[in-house]
């Protein structure tokens, strides 16, 4: 499967922004899409993931009630809108697929989109 990420930025602490993320390949019915994050200088970390019906959004506490995840099955995308920015938000994101909507090591990852938050 090849993960398309987009609409990282720079963005100001207390703003907002919607990363996209189209999977292409292979159907992804039955599965988890969801996003990762790595800051500068640490490891990669849970943020979101989705079933592909929609169902059973899990988020990290960090972004839990500020992170929105989504996901439109017609055209394989999963969106991860992002408000109420902080600077600890910083950290490149990476769109992911899982058998399951865990917190889990993902199966496949894509490409990194750099999202930057300003204090």
């Known amino acids: 499967v090849q993960l398309q990420a987009s609409g990282g930025g720079l963005a100001q602490a207390g703003g907002s922004l919607r990363l996209s993320c189209e999977a292409s390949g292979r159907s992804l019915n039955y599965y988890a899409m969801g996003w990762f994050r790595q800051a500068p200088g640490m490891g990669r970390e849970f943020v979101a993931t989705?079933?592909?019906?929609?169902?059973?959004?899990v988020y990290a506490a960090s972004v839990k009630g500020r992170f929105t995840i989504s996901i439109d099955n017609a055209k394989n995308t999963v969106y991860l809108e992002m408000r109420s920015l902080k600077p600890e938000d910083t950290a490149v994101y990476y769109c992911?697929?899982?058998?399951?909507?865990?917190?889990?090591?993902?199966?496949?990852w894509g490409q990194g989109t750099q999202v930057t938050v300003s204090s």
């Open positions: 992911i697929v899982q058998r399951e909507a865990t917190t889990g090591w993902p199966e496949e």
């Open positions: 989705i079933l592909s019906s929609g169902n059973r959004p």
